[in-house]
């Protein structure tokens, strides 16, 4: 257990809608990481926050949205859904900066998004 | 532009067998490559990491291997057993103090153990 919670595990939407996907990260870590995950491609880099403020964005469309609370949860919010963004969505955390030598990345189980 | 190619995509083995995945990568700076375990449903989990100066990590049966000069990495999986069947990814990061923005992944190598 990475000990990073996803909800909800499984999402069915249709196009057009919005939703939000929900994140709490290991306890202690600052960093929060969103990645999507689509069929066959590799991790894609979304957005990553620390102690609530915007660290580093990576390919997140305009559509979609992130923050992260207080109490350092995130949430990941997607809106105007589109087929092309059922996929899979992983939330990661670590410590500090995130993928140096000594702060891996833990991710959680991820939410798998299916667009109608 | 940074990349990270794997090979095989996909690779079936009988249980108790060896096997040796493959990672080239072309991220410039390099600090340190990772190697990710992923089942299927669930998150990626960290097995080994080296940085250029470290040549093999060993993780029980997972020894992964690094060529900084030929920019390769392969992961040897040791007597496998089923619980092995998953995808494996490579993660490559420039920055020493960690970045995740920074961060190449892999499409990763699914592995099918068969009993």
């Known amino acids: 257990d990475s000990g990073v919670t996803q909800t909800p595990k499984h999402l069915i939407t249709a196009t057009g809608q919005r939703v939000t996907l929900r994140c709490s990260p290991r306890?202690?870590?600052?960093?929060v990481y969103w990645y999507q995950q689509s069929l066959d491609q590799g991790l894609q880099f979304l957005i990553q926050?620390?102690?609530?403020?915007?660290?580093a964005k990576g390919n997140i469309l305009e559509r979609f949205s992130a923050q992260q609370f207080p109490d350092l949860h995130s949430e990941l919010n997607l809106s105007s859904l589109e087929l092309g963004d059922s996929a899979l969505y992983f939330c990661?955390?670590?410590?500090?900066?995130?993928?140096?030598?000594?702060?891996?990345?833990?991710f959680g189980n991820g939410t798998r998004l299916t667009v109608t | 532009k940074n990349q990270v190619e794997q090979s095989p995509q996909s690779l079936i083995i009988l249980e108790g067998k060896n096997c040796t995945l493959q990672?080239?990568?072309?991220?410039?700076?390099?600090?340190?490559l990772r190697w990710y375990k992923q089942d299927t449903g669930r998150g990626p989990v960290s097995l080994t990491i080296?940085?250029?100066?470290?040549n093999t990590k060993s993780n029980g049966r997972y020894t992964a291997t690094l060529d900084a000069d030929t920019k390769q990495s392969s992961l040897h999986i040791t007597a496998s057993q089923l619980s092995d069947s998953a995808s494996y990814i490579c993660?490559?990061?420039?920055?020493?103090?960690?970045?995740?923005?920074?961060?190449?992944f892999g499409k990763g190598t699914h592995l099918i153990i068969q009993p």
């Open positions: 990661a955390s670590s410590a500090s900066g995130g993928g140096g030598y000594g702060s891996p990345l833990h």
């Open positions: 080296m940085t250029f100066s470290e």
């Open positions: 990672c080239n990568y072309t991220v410039s700076p390099f600090s340190n």
């Open positions: 926050y620390y102690n609530g403020e915007e660290r």
């Open positions: 306890s202690g870590d600052l960093s």
């Open positions: 993660v490559v990061s420039p920055y020493s103090g960690g970045g995740a923005d920074g961060l190449t």
